[in-house]
């Protein structure tokens, strides 16, 4: 039997599927790439304004209609709510920072007043305001290649990426700042992939689920659900990221909502065992403090 691995078609996307397909193979199983065109990848609007799960709702589609037999997304790019057709799985994950890449090397800090700086997600927008209020924030869309190239040809004077991106698709040297996640909060899941086939497919569940890891799945699942149960999508200005302890197993979870103008900020923090207990705790606390009126 050969998996049939749908991934979307960008160099990105591949390389990230690559990497699944070559992890299948060395447990001994035959796996191969399907390119999978999104509405996503079709339009260069920015990603709130055409929806949650534009990337991957093609790619479910793909799997659910037995096209292919596993899909791969970047984590945070699907919706939180549970797809019971598909079982999902966590591999190890990438490194979940911020990056920045800027003309001559700056850092953040060293941009001129009033730099360009790119990028169309409100959760980085608000933050780039807390930090550098001058900035002139520029919308920001297309693969990575593209979004790299503005700044090269001098349209901007940075942009901010995950870095996770950059370092799977083997652009990590043109970072020129990587953010503490403290200083600046990652996306919920940002750097983790997940790994999906049909929930009724048992023997592609049981290949899928060599590649689990277990750190990776519980630090994605606290931080997605914050998400979940803020009941924002994944464009909304919240933020989390959670760190597992080598030596108890214990986790601790931060989770952060901001308003997009700079002005205001909280962040949460909570320590323990149960991911899904650990992601409430956080997410009820940012509600107790009105989280909700920042979203809005």
């Known amino acids: 039997m050969t998996l049939r691995i749908g991934t979307r078609g960008s160099h990105l996307a591949t390389t990230q599927s690559g990497h699944i397909q070559a992890m299948l193979i060395d447990e001994g199983f035959d796996a191969e790439l399907h390119v999978v065109v999104t509405p996503g990848d079709r339009s260069q609007a920015p990603v709130e304004r055409i929806g949650v799960g534009v990337f991957t709702s093609a790619l479910r589609d793909a799997l659910f209609d037995g096209g292919v037999d596993v899909a791969v997304h970047s984590f945070k790019d699907l919706p939180t709510a549970d797809e019971p057709r598909a079982h999902l799985i966590v591999p190890k994950r990438e490194d979940n920072r911020e990056a920045l890449i800027a003309r001559d090397q700056l850092t953040l800090a060293e941009l001129p007043e009033g730099a360009k700086v790119g990028t169309s997600a409100p959760r980085r927008i608000s933050q780039l305001r807390a930090m550098r209020p001058d900035l002139d924030i520029r919308p920001l869309r297309g693969n990575i290649e593209?979004?790299?190239?503005?700044?090269?040809?001098?349209?901007?004077?940075?942009?901010?990426?995950?870095?996770?991106?950059?370092?799977?698709?083997?652009?990590?040297?043109?970072?020129?700042?990587?953010?503490?996640?403290?200083?600046?909060?990652?996306?919920?899941?940002?750097?983790?992939?997940?790994?999906?086939?049909?929930?009724?497919?048992?023997?592609?569940?049981?290949?899928?689920?060599?590649?689990?890891?277990?750190?990776?799945?519980?630090?994605?699942?606290?931080?997605?659900?914050?998400?979940?149960?803020?009941?924002?999508?994944?464009?909304a200005p919240v933020a989390s990221y959670a760190t597992v302890d080598t030596q108890s197993g214990q986790l601790t979870l931060h989770g952060g909502v901001f308003a997009l103008d700079g002005s205001a900020q909280m962040v949460e923090s909570a320590a323990g065992d149960d991911p899904v207990a650990l992601g409430r705790e956080v997410a009820a606390a940012l509600l107790e403090r009105g989280a909700a009126e920042i979203m809005r």
């Open 146 to 235: 593209r979004r790299m190239n503005y700044v090269t040809t001098g349209e901007l004077d940075a942009i901010v990426l995950a870095y996770a991106g950059l370092a799977r698709g083997g652009y990590g040297n043109r970072a020129t700042e990587l953010f503490d996640p403290e200083v600046f909060m990652p996306a919920p899941a940002q750097g983790a992939l997940a790994v999906e086939c049909r929930s009724d497919d048992a023997d592609t569940r049981a290949a899928v689920d060599r590649l689990i890891d277990p750190s990776a799945t519980a630090e994605a699942t606290a931080e997605r659900q914050v998400l979940a149960t803020l009941e924002a999508g994944c464009t």
